[in-house]
């Protein structure tokens, strides 16, 4: 029995480095009147890298992070007693902690915040505060402002710290239009032996037993059409990405958008979408990676010729943080709303919130915690949490503890890239991570994936943990249907259990930090929960 993990996980730069400190009376001076020791505390909460930054700019936009900060694994382990006591129904008690969660998260920051709002509305007449907005997810604001405004805001013994809007990039795939179709790249890889050639003939009779009988070689390889026989096909279940965004008018996402109602007519949008970058109101990707991971979740077209998808019954919502590129605060913003969809009235609606996410993106290697929070409360309001491994860069260039955060938080759910002949990619991260811990998890394929991308049409040879890891989320979905009651820590179980163990001559035992504890098995999990 795999041990399930404590709610605690991490993911960019530099953040970790900054600790704690003297609580002192708040000082509302010019930055000529401060004293000894508020420059004392100054110096110790606010990060050396915003002085840089302030010698180049009057105003600087930063992170102001407060020390009140909710245990979101406490809140929600009593509100399941609770719902366990009132013997609620599984669904009712899953909805009872997520708002209990989320309440608890909003209570508190409107409470230890209000001082801090206080004085920044003052400033923001002043002139200067440029702009402010608020967090709940994390207590904390993105203020841009004068030197002078940060100067006072670490006086305040509210503030815990105050860091830097980091800019952080999109995971880089490689991209070979003219791959060979991965169908006949396994009829050659496979025959090398007379085992791999007969499971390679085992898979290709299968799919073409299956109604609809397109799906794609990754996704008969982790066994998805075995389990869409059984009538499992995500329905009733919500997966969402942060990404650069969906195409909502792809063949192979259309209907499948929460947004659409029956008739095929856009209801609500604002509560099935958000755009954390450039304010659209209905989804769209200029990019293509948002809409390539998407459908690898749930894609499928509606005559059967473009079986993409792990979980083609599930629903979709997205948010788009990437353009390419994006900040703390907007990867921030894009968690948060997950958490709680706002409508147009300004309301927050957890009942809403997706019951899966995948996060194909991540930042550099080693311990940074900045994104801790966010998965924290993801796990508490019974959202799982899936991270792409990450790929090898020119700063990163893999090894041994090289995986990327925040997928090597304690509490992220990381995947890595297999190709067809189930071998760990080169590009894809190894553990372990900062914490001990075996990561990835779990693997997927993420070697020539073909999926949808802009345009209507689809493409292949797309090479990435960004692709492995919407196998994952499409997994999680799976389960999910046939089995409701799953919490987070359950389908990390289950999904873990399952896999098929892979090792080579570098892993030679499993659970390994290259493969984690294998390759997703759909069908194996899926009758894990069943039986």
């Given at each position: 029995?795999?041990k399930?993990?404590?709610?605690?996980k991490t993911?960019?730069v530099?953040?970790?480095?900054i600790?704690?400190?003297s609580?002192i009376?708040?000082?509302?001076?010019?930055?000529s009147?401060?004293?000894?020791?508020?420059?004392?505390?100054?110096?110790?909460?606010v990060?050396?890298k915003l002085?840089q930054?302030?010698s180049?700019?009057?105003y600087?936009t930063?992170?102001?992070k407060l020390?009140?900060q909710?245990?979101?694994e406490?809140v929600?382990?009593?509100a399941?007693?609770?719902?366990?006591?009132?013997q609620i129904s599984?669904a009712a008690a899953?909805l009872?902690?997520?708002?209990?969660?989320?309440n608890?998260?909003?209570?508190?920051?409107?409470?230890?915040?209000?001082p801090v709002?206080?004085?920044l509305?003052k400033?923001?007449n002043?002139?200067?505060v440029?702009?402010?907005?608020s967090?709940?997810?994390v207590?904390?604001?993105a203020?841009?402002s004068?030197?002078?405004?940060l100067?006072?805001?670490?006086?305040?013994p509210?503030?815990d710290?105050?860091?830097p809007d980091e800019t952080?990039?999109?995971?880089?795939?490689?991209?070979?239009k003219?791959?060979?179709?991965?169908?006949e790249?396994a009829?050659?890889d496979?025959?090398?032996?007379?085992?791999?050639a007969q499971k390679s003939v085992?898979?290709s009779?299968?799919?073409?037993a299956v109604?609809?009988?397109?799906?794609e070689?990754?996704?008969s390889?982790?066994k998805?059409?075995?389990?869409?026989a059984k009538?499992?096909d995500?329905?009733?279940?919500?997966?969402?990405n942060?990404d650069t965004?969906v195409?909502?008018?792809?063949?192979?996402?259309?209907?499948?958008?929460?947004?659409?109602?029956?008739?095929?007519q856009?209801?609500?949008p604002?509560l099935?979408?958000y755009?954390a970058v450039?304010?659209?109101?209905?989804?769209?990707?200029?990019?293509?990676h948002?809409?390539?991971?998407m459908g690898?979740?749930?894609?499928?077209?509606?005559?059967?010729?473009?079986?993409i998808g792990?979980?083609?019954?599930?629903?979709?919502?997205?948010?788009r943080?990437f353009n390419p590129?994006?900040?703390?605060s907007?990867?921030?913003?894009g968690?948060?709303?997950l958490?709680?969809p706002?409508d147009?009235?300004?309301?927050?609606?957890?009942?809403?919130?997706?019951?899966?996410v995948n996060?194909?993106?991540?930042g550099g290697p080693?311990?940074?915690?900045?994104?801790r929070?966010v998965?924290k409360?993801?796990r508490?309001?019974?959202?799982?949490?899936?991270?792409?491994?990450?790929?090898?860069?020119?700063?990163?260039?893999?090894?041994?503890?090289?995986v990327?955060n925040?997928a090597n938080?304690?509490?992220?759910y990381?995947?890595g890239?297999?190709?067809?002949?189930n071998k760990?990619?080169?590009f894809?991260?190894?553990?372990p991570s900062p914490?001990?811990?075996v990561?990835p998890?779990?693997?997927?394929?993420g070697?020539?994936?073909?999926?949808?991308?802009p345009?209507?049409v689809y493409e292949?040879g797309?090479?990435?943990t960004?692709?492995?890891?919407?196998?994952?989320?499409?997994?999680?979905a799976?389960?999910?249907?046939?089995?409701?009651?799953?919490?987070?820590?359950?389908?990390?179980d289950?999904?873990?259990?399952?896999?098929?163990?892979?090792?080579d001559s570098?892993y030679?035992?499993s659970?390994?930090n290259?493969y984690?504890?294998?390759l997703?098995d759909?069908?194996?999990?899926?009758n894990?929960v069943?039986n």
């Amino acid at each position: 029995m795999i041990k399930s993990k404590n709610i605690k996980k991490t993911l960019s730069v530099s953040f970790t480095a900054i600790l704690a400190f003297s609580l002192i009376s708040p000082v509302y001076g010019d930055a000529s009147t401060t004293t000894a020791a508020g420059a004392s505390t100054i110096s110790a909460k606010v990060s050396a890298k915003l002085n840089q930054q302030f010698s180049e700019s009057e105003y600087v936009t930063y992170l102001v992070k407060l020390k009140d900060q909710v245990d979101t694994e406490s809140v929600a382990k009593h509100a399941f007693q609770k719902a366990s006591s009132d013997q609620i129904s599984p669904a009712a008690a899953k909805l009872s902690v997520r708002t209990t969660v989320v309440n608890s998260l909003i209570d508190t920051a409107e409470k230890s915040q209000q001082p801090v709002e206080e004085y920044l509305k003052k400033e923001v007449n002043n002139g200067g505060v440029k702009k402010y907005k608020s967090y709940f997810i994390v207590n904390a604001l993105a203020v841009t402002s004068t030197k002078e405004v940060l100067d006072n805001l670490a006086t305040l013994p509210e503030v815990d710290k105050i860091l830097p809007d980091e800019t952080r990039e999109l995971q880089k795939v490689e991209i070979y239009k003219d791959a060979q179709p991965a169908a006949e790249q396994a009829a050659v890889d496979t025959a090398a032996t007379e085992e791999n050639a007969q499971k390679s003939v085992e898979e290709s009779v299968y799919k073409d037993a299956v109604t609809p009988s397109r799906a794609e070689w990754n996704i008969s390889k982790i066994k998805a059409p075995q389990v869409w026989a059984k009538g499992i096909d995500g329905k009733g279940v919500v997966v969402a990405n942060l990404d650069t965004g969906v195409e909502y008018t792809h063949p192979a996402l259309k209907r499948k958008w929460r947004g659409l109602n029956a008739s095929g007519q856009v209801v609500n949008p604002e509560l099935s979408w958000y755009d954390a970058v450039n304010g659209a109101s209905l989804p769209t990707d200029s990019n293509g990676h948002g809409t390539h991971t998407m459908g690898t979740s749930v894609g499928s077209d509606s005559n059967g010729t473009n079986e993409i998808g792990v979980a083609p019954g599930a629903k979709w919502i997205a948010v788009r943080v990437f353009n390419p590129s994006t900040t703390d605060s907007i990867l921030l913003d894009g968690g948060q709303w997950l958490l709680a969809p706002v409508d147009k009235n300004g309301k927050k609606h957890p009942e809403l919130a997706p019951d899966v996410v995948n996060n194909s993106w991540g930042g550099g290697p080693g311990l940074d915690e900045w994104y801790r929070p966010v998965t924290k409360a993801w796990r508490a309001a019974q959202i799982f949490p899936e991270f792409s491994a990450g790929n090898t860069t020119l700063s990163n260039p893999g090894g041994p503890g090289s995986v990327a955060n925040p997928a090597n938080l304690p509490e992220a759910y990381a995947t890595g890239a297999t190709d067809v002949n189930n071998k760990l990619a080169s590009f894809s991260l190894r553990g372990p991570s900062p914490y001990g811990e075996v990561k990835p998890e779990i693997s997927a394929p993420g070697v020539n994936i073909r999926s949808s991308v802009p345009g209507g049409v689809y493409e292949g040879g797309w090479n990435g943990t960004s692709m492995a890891g919407p196998h994952t989320a499409g997994l999680a979905a799976l389960l999910l249907q046939a089995k409701p009651s799953l919490t987070v820590d359950q389908l990390e179980d289950v999904i873990s259990k399952t896999a098929t163990p892979l090792t080579d001559s570098q892993y030679r035992t499993s659970p390994n930090n290259g493969y984690g504890y294998g390759l997703i098995d759909a069908l194996a999990a899926v009758n894990s929960v069943l039986n």
